[in-house]
């Protein structure tokens, strides 16, 4: 397991990875120039503000056919063989994974993490603990796992995502004083959710990252998995807060990989993890400039577990020994 050590280079080394892959690779420097003058706007839900970005860069993975045959049809873009010219990677010695400069930007640091095999995208207790252990190292970063159906635009291989700064507005692990729900606390683990949100995010949270990570796997294998699907839909993002010193685990619990209004006569929106934590991005100047929060809303409702559901996850982890 990756340790953090007060001589961690891993930050210092992704900056200089970034910098040189936008000296080097004109496509992907313009992207991230585009993205820095981005028309953003935000609107207020009952739950929390959400940030509106119009970025026309990212209709290749917000239109990205995602279903079977499509995949076994292209080639893998996260597989060494098939990548630009210009990509170089960063590696990250003993977590199977390496890094690499997102070439398609929704912040100003965005990193993709795949894995060193072409291996379909499913999480492991071990992926949980390494997605946390690699929060620890880059601290201001935020780390990311998208579910095959809930968000991943490359189902079929494993990988993770970062992004700095991490000012996610639906991902704010809380305190008692925050109006969250403690469901769980044991062995210095918290799992508690947070009613006020609109993704009601469930986190579990603690200094010791392999108790956070179990915590959060157990609570997970509560929830139904669909006819077809290989584990629950969930949209999952590491953070650490250096001042406490606790790791936490936030998942969001997904029904549906895109909402029914979906297309060129609807709204070109398919969500993943920065969408549902509170940044959404839609790739068509119409959606960006005509979407109420009333849409918003229902488009995130009807991607999010039902509420029946969530109500019975939630009873089953009070109930359930963990
Ligand atoms: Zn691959």
Known sequence: MIKATDNDTLQHDVDTLLASQLAQWPDAAARYRRLSSA?????????????????PDRAVSTCAPTD?????????????ANRPAEQ?????PDTGLEILVNPFPIYPKHLTLPSLEHEPQAYTQSLLERMLA????LREFTVFYNGPHSGASAPDHLHLQAVSPAALSQITPGNESDGIRMLKKRDGVRLYFQPGLTSRPVTASGTDIAKVAAMMTKALSLLPIRHGDTEPRVNMYATYCGQSEEAALTAILRDRHRPSCYG???????????DMGGRI???RKRDFDTLT???????IDEVLLPEETFNRFILDCI????
Request: charge should be positive; proline fraction near 9%; charged fraction near 20%.
């Open 134 to 137: 690699i929060s620890r190292r």
């Open 281 to 283: 991005v839609l790739p």
């Open 39 to 55: 028309l953003i706007r935000t609107l207020t839900l009952r739950g929390g503000t959400f940030e509106l970005i119009h970025l």
């Open 88 to 92: 170089t990677r960063l590696p990250l």
């Open 319 to 322: 109930s359930h020994p963990l």
């Open 68 to 80: 079977a045959r499509s995949i076994a049809r292209r080639p893998c873009f996260l597989c060494e």
């Open 293 to 299: 929060p009333t849409q918003l809303q229902s488009m």
């Open 264 to 274: 060129d006569d609807g709204v070109v929106f398919s969500p993943g993890a920065i």
